[in-house]
């Protein structure tokens, strides 16, 4: 999908699927990293990010596109249960991009609205908020 967006062949555009916690990967390989809708499934958020961190070559840039919900919310107190709260709630993960070095963290909400019900989806619990967001950063 990104070399055809992109509209190229370059063989330096590639996914890679590996435990971000434990990448397979040099340090200082990449000049980005971009994840969609990931952190709020990961547990041991701040490991991932200390991962990406590391990769990243130096003044690479990091693009997250995900979704927040409100701390004390019920789908925070779910996700805090799942282990996955640190990735869903914006205070949390900015904490974990500043610790693991990251600078110029810019978070940007595009839209927010209340969520519905959706049987497919355990978070977030219908009728909390939720949270649209793009964030950059850059190592």
């Avoid at 070399?3 to 200082?28: C, E, Q, S, Y």
């Avoid at 991962?51 to 409100?70: A, C, F, Q, W």
Wanted: proline letters at 4%.
């Amino acid at each position: 999908m990104t070399r055809k967006r992109l509209k190229t062949d370059d063989a330096r555009v590639f996914n890679i699927a590996a435990d971000g916690r434990h990448m397979p990967v040099k340090d200082n390989s990449f000049d980005y990293i971009t994840t969609l809708a990931a952190f709020g499934n990961i547990p041991e958020t701040g490991k991932v990010v200390r991962e990406m961190y590391r990769v990243l070559k130096p003044n690479g840039e990091l693009l997250i596109h995900g979704t927040y919900v409100d701390k004390d919310s019920k789908s925070h107190k779910l996700a805090e249960n799942l282990g996955v709260d640190t990735g869903m709630v914006e205070e949390y993960l900015l904490c974990e991009l500043e610790q693991a070095g990251f600078r110029g963290i810019k978070s940007t909400i595009a839209a927010k609205a209340v969520w519905a019900e959706n049987p497919y989806d355990m978070l977030p619990i219908a009728g909390d908020m939720q949270y649209f967001y793009i964030l950059q950063a850059r190592k």
